[in-house]
Antibody, heavy 121, light 109 residues
Framework: EVQLLESGGDLVQPGGSLRLSCVASGFTFSTYGMSWVRQAPGKGLEWVSTISGSGGSTYYADSVKGRFTIFRDNSKNTVYLQMNTLRAEDTAVYYCAKDRVAKDTNWFDPWGQGTLVTVSS | SYVLTQPPSVSVAPGKTAKITCGGDNIGGKSVHWYQQKPGQAPVLVVYDDSDRASGIPERFSGSNSGNTATLTISRVEAGDEADYSC????????????FGGGTKLTVL
C-alpha cells in the first residue's frame, strides 16, 4: 500500500522559513515524480511544485517561484519543500502527492494527509 | 495562464444523477482529472484521463470531456457522495503547470 506522510507544518512569522518533509512508502520512490499541493482555509486546491523522479527537473507555480524549493533524497524516500520568505497568503494545508504521468498529462494519486502551515505574527 | 471554471455548488436528491462541470478554453483537447474531498480529509482521485475510474471508485462515477466543458457524472447519488469535487489539467503550454478548478460542493438533499 502506498503511504505518504507529511510533517514540518508549524506557525511561522511573515518573512520566516520552514521546511516540509514527506516520507513515502509502498512503491519504488525514485521512479516517480512527486508534488506539493496546498489548500488555503476554505479555498480550493492550488498546485505548488513538482519534482521528477531523479530530482533533475523541478516545476513551480508562479506564486512560489523564487521563494520555495522542492528537492528529494531518494535514499530516504523523502521529498522536501523548503519555504522561504513566507507570506500570510502561504497559510494552507500542504499535501504531498505522488505524480502520475501519461502522454501530455499528469495527475496526483495518492495524496498524503497534509500538514498545516500558518504564517502569522 | 489556463483557467478552469466550476460551479460553486450542485445539489441533487438521493438516487438521482449529479453532473459537475469544468469549463476551460478547448478543454476537450486536454486530459481532465477529478478529485473528491470530504471535510477534514485529503483529496482522492476519482477519475483520470477524462473518463478512467481510479482504483476502488464505484462505476456510478464517470467522466466525459468535449469542446469547452468536461463533466463528472455521478449516477444513483448516495449520501456518502456529498463532498467537494475539483477538476485538474496539466497545462503543457506553460511548462508542466498543473491547474485546478475552484471546486464544486456537491450537496445531497
Amino acid at each position: 500500500e502506498v503511504q505518504l506522510l507529511e510533517s514540518g507544518g508549524d506557525l511561522v512569522q511573515p518573512g520566516g522559513s520552514l521546511r516540509l518533509s514527506c516520507v513515502a512508502s509502498g512503491f519504488t520512490f525514485s521512479t516517480y515524480g512527486m508534488s506539493w499541493v496546498r489548500q488555503a482555509p476554505g479555498k480550493g486546491l492550488e498546485w505548488v511544485s513538482t519534482i521528477s523522479g531523479s530530482g533533475g527537473s523541478t516545476y513551480y507555480a508562479d506564486s512560489v517561484k523564487g521563494r520555495f524549493t522542492i528537492f528529494r533524497d531518494n535514499s530516504k524516500n523523502t521529498v522536501y519543500l523548503q519555504m522561504n520568505t513566507l507570506r500570510a497568503e502561504d497559510t494552507a494545508v500542504y499535501y504531498c502527492a505522488k505524480d502520475r504521468v501519461a502522454k501530455d498529462t499528469n495527475w496526483f494519486d495518492p495524496w498524503g494527509q497534509g500538514t498545516l502551515v500558518t504564517v502569522s505574527s | 495562464s489556463y483557467v478552469l471554471t466550476q460551479p460553486p455548488s450542485v445539489s441533487v436528491a438521493p438516487g438521482k444523477t449529479a453532473k459537475i462541470t469544468c469549463g476551460g478554453d478547448n478543454i476537450g483537447g486536454k486530459s481532465v482529472h477529478w478529485y473528491q474531498q470530504k471535510p477534514g480529509q485529503a483529496p482522492v482521485l476519482v477519475v483520470y484521463d477524462d473518463s478512467d475510474r481510479a482504483s476502488g471508485i464505484p462505476e456510478r462515477f464517470s467522466g466525459s470531456n468535449s469542446g469547452n466543458t468536461a463533466t463528472l457524472t455521478i449516477s444513483r447519488v448516495e449520501a456518502g457522495d456529498e463532498a467537494d469535487y475539483s477538476c485538474q489539467v496539466c497545462d503543457t503550454s506553460s511548462g508542466h503547470r498543473r491547474v485546478f478548478g475552484g471546486g464544486t460542493k456537491l450537496t445531497v438533499l
